[in-house]
């Protein structure tokens, strides 16, 4: 298929260029109002009982929970003071009805509610959103924020919607700064990388046509689902960092078949265009599906903030892939040798050609020594591992906010002002009967740590309490007292608990409960894409091994830094004490793909050298060789991508920038170059092995990255022959 697709390039391209600049103009005109079609909730499972208590809830006694605090203050004035009290009653006249079900400001609540400061200067309002689902609630939260300003007061609004709020405002702001700091700088990098202006700028180009392309798929999706707004860091993040990747393999392919070729020939260009495609466009095709085989899992998810990362994931992966292997072709066909147009004065060299001599010693060095750069190898990347095995897994609350911003900034005012943190969980009774109801809130309240419960509201037997006790919500303590008042029963009726305490104790079942059957599906696809692109079942259990060392490695990472609180001065964050229980299952299905990604690439380079020799140690050794300068550059050019990504001010964008800033360079050093060639060594003739019918079924069908890379006819010998070396079919190997 390549090899046509090849074909036509290297006779129109400028068709098919034409062609994809209108692709990508629409796609960029349509993308572009992406912003308007993305919700901004999606943490919750409908099958979890928190998501059903609130359903119930709000079905039976509209919208009990406290949404919004306004918290308004003066040095000059207290709240019993007429004009305190006559400006924050002004406000509360002036809120829209329909955006709010329930109101209750501190001058009708009564003394023990706690909603004045000890020292009377600052005061509550405490507000119930109307609305049926998240969205509803974001969109009437913008609509009373405003008006909830005070002209006389200090106002400021703290709950989980002004958090949410503030998150999405700096993750759209995040994503653009990352982008400003990536591109300049992967432009500099690949210039150095090539050394040249003109290939240099080869992934810059492809990346931003992926990012455009991948907005406007998203939209489309946001069509039939709901797609998060945080989707678009990760089509930020991977569009770009893999649209380079794959530019680098497909520029440094491009130049070094013409590398190959007599400098007079005419159609040198179509020539070197069909062999790329033919062994780093097919890489590069085996790449993208491995990567979006990663992402996909993310579907199994309920909540729909991991699918959309899948979504986002998939449409960035796949937009990129199309983008390297027709724009970024079709560009280079019509350039030809200009590509190397604008070298610097110190790469003055042989142009193309092989490269990494130095990798190919390392490669002979760790192989003769396979055992022990294996098990060293491996201690060491389980130390660093080790952090993970202590992790406590929480949500989102203010803490995920940098310190300066106005939601931070408020619910720190609450623990100052209005005593220490507190936390809460509703216990919905139905069909309960009024005597019960008495026992079970006696029940409830003798819970270890449970301080009070009391009746919020009652309508037609549907009865609601509020369990309240110290201490922050997303700690292991508020976990426990969760379950332990879920084990509660009533003699009569039932009962549900919610709130955000057993909001975060569902989210951490739910992820808990499906981790495996994710598992499952990457490793199956993994599996599947691997032999069919190497003809080995080996090598893909030998690869979803080496991944996981280098993503464990970078977990322990991650929990060293966010969930123990080390460097957070240096990194700026507040430490929470836990890691968001979301962040480790996207690090895992971003960086599988990924990890898979390098994989393929050096998998790709060793098995056409094996097919041509049939020597496992020198195969291995020329793969490296001829893989290991581009693979270190491309996770240089990603890293720069990624690490820009991690100056967010979103501790759990941070998060994850981090982590897979580690993961990646772990991978693309440590592993690829040490741990990889060692246990091919040690597995010797194993690497290629087969059961017969399969081995059979791959010779006939698989994937073979060169096999007809040089059988053009093109150009003869004296400059229109194929110049480079005919690839045999495969030596018997197994």
């Given at each position: 298929?390549?090899?046509?697709?090849?074909?036509?390039?290297?006779?129109?391209?400028?068709?098919?260029?034409?062609?994809?600049?209108?692709?990508?103009?629409?796609?960029?005109?349509?993308?572009?109002?992406?912003?308007?079609?993305?919700?901004?909730?999606?943490?919750?499972?409908?099958?979890?009982?928190?998501?059903?208590?609130?359903?119930?809830?709000?079905?039976?006694?509209?919208?009990?929970?406290?949404?919004?605090?306004?918290?308004?203050?003066?040095?000059?004035?207290?709240?019993?003071?007429?004009?305190?009290?006559?400006?924050?009653?002004?406000?509360?006249?002036?809120?829209?009805?329909?955006?709010?079900?329930?109101?209750?400001?501190?001058?009708?609540?009564?003394?023990?509610?706690?909603?004045?400061?000890?020292?009377?200067?600052?005061?509550?309002?405490?507000?119930?959103?109307?609305?049926?689902?998240?969205?509803?609630?974001?969109?009437?939260?913008?609509?009373?924020?405003?008006?909830?300003?005070?002209?006389?007061?200090?106002?400021?609004?703290?709950?989980?919607?002004?958090?949410?709020?503030?998150?999405?405002?700096?993750?759209?702001?995040?994503?653009?700064?990352?982008?400003?700091?990536?591109?300049?700088?992967?432009?500099?990098?690949?210039?150095?990388?090539?050394?040249?202006?003109?290939?240099?700028?080869?992934?810059?180009?492809?990346?931003?046509?992926?990012?455009?392309?991948?907005?406007?798929?998203?939209?489309?999706?946001?069509?039939?689902?709901?797609?998060?707004?945080?989707?678009?860091?990760?089509?930020?993040?991977?569009?770009?960092?893999?649209?380079?990747?794959?530019?680098?393999?497909?520029?440094?392919?491009?130049?070094?078949?013409?590398?190959?070729?007599?400098?007079?020939?005419?159609?040198?260009?179509?020539?070197?265009?069909?062999?790329?495609?033919?062994?780093?466009?097919?890489?590069?095709?085996?790449?993208?599906?491995?990567?979006?085989?990663?992402?996909?899992s993310l579907l199994l998810f309920p909540q729909a903030f991991l699918r959309s990362m899948g979504y986002g994931g998939i449409a960035a992966v796949l937009v990129a892939m199309l983008a390297a292997l027709t724009i970024l072709p079709a560009v280079l066909r019509l350039l030809g040798r200009r590509v190397?147009?604008?070298?610097?004065?110190?790469?003055?060299?042989?142009?193309?050609?092989?490269?990494?001599?130095?990798?190919?010693?390392?490669?002979?060095?760790?192989?003769?020594?396979?055992?022990?750069?294996?098990?060293?190898?491996?201690?060491?990347?389980?130390?660093?591992?080790?952090?993970?095995?202590?992790?406590?897994?929480?949500?989102?609350?203010?803490?995920?906010?940098?310190?300066?911003?106005?939601?931070?900034?408020?619910?720190?005012?609450?623990?100052?002002?209005?005593?220490?943190?507190?936390?809460?969980?509703?216990?919905?009774?139905?069909?309960?009967?009024?005597?019960?109801?008495?026992?079970?809130?006696?029940?409830?309240?003798?819970?270890?740590?449970?301080?009070?419960?009391?009746?919020?509201?009652?309508?037609?037997?549907?009865?609601?309490?509020?369990?309240?006790?110290?201490?922050?919500?997303?700690?292991?303590?508020?976990?426990?007292?969760?379950?332990?008042?879920?084990?509660?029963?009533?003699?009569?009726?039932?009962?549900?608990?919610?709130?955000?305490?057993?909001?975060?104790?569902?989210?951490?079942?739910?992820?808990?409960?499906?981790?495996?059957?994710?598992?499952?599906?990457?490793?199956?696809?993994?599996?599947?894409?691997?032999?069919?692109?190497?003809?080995?079942?080996?090598?893909?259990?030998?690869?979803?091994?080496?991944?996981?060392?280098?993503?464990?490695?970078?977990?322990?990472?991650?929990?060293?830094?966010?969930?123990?609180?080390?460097?957070?001065?240096?990194?700026?964050?507040?430490?929470?004490?836990?890691?968001?229980?979301?962040?480790?299952?996207?690090?895992?299905?971003?960086?599988?793909?990924?990890?898979?990604?390098?994989?393929?690439?050096?998998?790709?380079?060793?098995?056409?050298?094996?097919?041509?020799?049939?020597?496992?140690?020198?195969?291995?050794?020329?793969?490296?060789?001829?893989?290991?300068?581009?693979?270190?550059?491309?996770?240089?050019?990603?890293?720069?991508?990624?690490?820009?990504?991690?100056?967010?001010?979103?501790?759990?964008?941070?998060?994850?920038?981090?982590?897979?800033?580690?993961?990646?360079?772990?991978?693309?050093?440590?592993?690829?170059?040490?741990?990889?060639?060692?246990?091919?060594?040690?597995?010797?003739?194993?690497?290629?092995?087969?059961?017969?019918?399969?081995?059979?079924?791959?010779?006939?069908?698989?994937?073979?990255?060169?096999?007809?890379?040089?059988?053009?006819?093109?150009?003869?010998?004296?400059?229109?022959?194929?110049?480079?070396?005919?690839?045999?079919?495969?030596?018997?190997?197994?």
């Amino acid at each position: 298929m390549l090899d046509r697709w090849g074909a036509v390039l290297a006779r129109r391209p400028v068709r098919v260029l034409v062609a994809a600049a209108v692709v990508v103009l629409l796609a960029g005109g349509y993308g572009a109002g992406v912003f308007g079609s993305l919700s901004q909730g999606g943490f919750d499972d409908p099958s979890s009982e928190g998501y059903q208590e609130l359903a119930a809830e709000r079905a039976a006694l509209g919208n009990q929970s406290i949404d919004v605090v306004a918290i308004y203050s003066s040095k000059r004035l207290e709240a019993d003071d007429p004009a305190f009290e006559r400006a924050v009653k002004q406000v509360v006249r002036e809120l829209p009805k329909d955006a709010v079900a329930r109101v209750l400001p501190y001058y009708q609540a009564p003394p023990r509610a706690g909603l004045v400061s000890a020292d009377g200067h600052y005061a509550q309002v405490q507000i119930s959103l109307a609305g049926t689902s998240q969205d509803d609630f974001l969109t009437h939260y913008d609509d009373i924020a405003p008006v909830l300003q005070s002209t006389t007061l200090t106002t400021d609004l703290a709950g989980p919607y002004a958090i949410y709020d503030d998150v999405n405002a700096i993750t759209s702001k995040d994503a653009e700064h990352a982008e400003l700091i990536s591109l300049p700088a992967v432009v500099i990098l690949a210039l150095i990388i090539f050394g040249s202006v003109v290939a240099a700028l080869m992934p810059t180009l492809v990346g931003l046509g992926a990012m455009l392309g991948a907005l406007a798929v998203v939209r489309l999706i946001a069509e039939f689902t709901d797609v998060s707004i945080f989707s678009v860091n990760v089509i930020s993040l991977l569009g770009i960092g893999l649209a380079i990747d794959y530019a680098l393999f497909v520029v440094s392919r491009f130049r070094e078949e013409l590398a190959l070729l007599p400098d007079d020939a005419p159609d040198a260009a179509a020539v070197a265009i069909r062999r790329t495609m033919s062994t780093a466009g097919r890489t590069v095709l085996f790449s993208a599906l491995t990567v979006a085989g990663a992402m996909a899992s993310l579907l199994l998810f309920p909540q729909a903030f991991l699918r959309s990362m899948g979504y986002g994931g998939i449409a960035a992966v796949l937009v990129a892939m199309l983008a390297a292997l027709t724009i970024l072709p079709a560009v280079l066909r019509l350039l030809g040798r200009r590509v190397e147009a604008g070298r610097l004065p110190w790469r003055r060299g042989p142009r193309g050609g092989v490269e990494g001599e130095r990798w190919a010693r390392l490669a002979h060095a760790v192989m003769r020594r396979p055992v022990v750069v294996a098990t060293v190898t491996v201690v060491l990347l389980l130390l660093v591992a080790s952090p993970f095995l202590g992790a406590r897994f929480g949500s989102v609350d203010y803490r995920v906010l940098p310190e300066d911003s106005a939601a931070h900034r408020a619910s720190v005012l609450l623990d100052t002002e209005f005593g220490s943190e507190v936390s809460t969980a509703n216990l919905l009774l139905q069909g309960t009967k009024p005597r019960d109801v008495s026992a079970f809130a006696n029940a409830a309240g003798r819970v270890r740590g449970v301080e009070s419960v009391d009746e919020v509201a009652e309508k037609d037997g549907t009865v609601l309490l509020r369990a309240v006790w110290k201490g922050g919500g997303q700690t292991e303590r508020s976990q426990r007292i969760v379950r332990d008042l879920r084990d509660v029963d009533p003699a009569s009726g039932s009962v549900l608990v919610g709130g955000i305490s057993a909001d975060t104790v569902d989210l951490i079942d739910s992820v808990a409960d499906h981790l495996p059957w994710m598992g499952l599906v990457v490793v199956v696809v993994m599996f599947v894409l691997l032999f069919v692109a190497f003809g080995s079942v080996v090598l893909p259990l030998k690869a979803v091994v080496m991944n996981l060392f280098s993503i464990t490695a970078s977990f322990g990472v991650v929990t060293w830094i966010f969930s123990d609180g080390h460097l957070s001065d240096l990194i700026g964050f507040t430490p929470q004490g836990y890691l968001d229980a979301t962040n480790p299952i996207l690090m895992l299905a971003i960086l599988f793909g990924l990890s898979m990604d390098y994989e393929v690439f050096l998998l790709s380079r060793v098995r056409e050298e094996w097919d041509r020799t049939g020597d496992n140690e020198a195969a291995v050794a020329v793969g490296v060789q001829r893989t290991g300068r581009i693979i270190t550059s491309a996770a240089l050019l990603l890293a720069v991508v990624i690490g820009a990504f991690s100056t967010s001010g979103i501790v759990f964008m941070k998060m994850l920038g981090i982590g897979m800033l580690v993961a990646l360079l772990i991978d693309a050093t440590v592993v690829r170059a040490l741990l990889v060639p060692a246990t091919m060594k040690l597995l010797g003739r194993w690497n290629w092995w087969a059961p017969a019918p399969m081995a059979r079924w791959w010779e006939k069908y698989g994937f073979r990255e060169g096999g007809d890379a040089h059988a053009d006819t093109d150009i003869d010998a004296d400059g229109a022959g194929s110049g480079g070396t005919e690839v045999p079919s495969t030596v018997g190997a197994r």
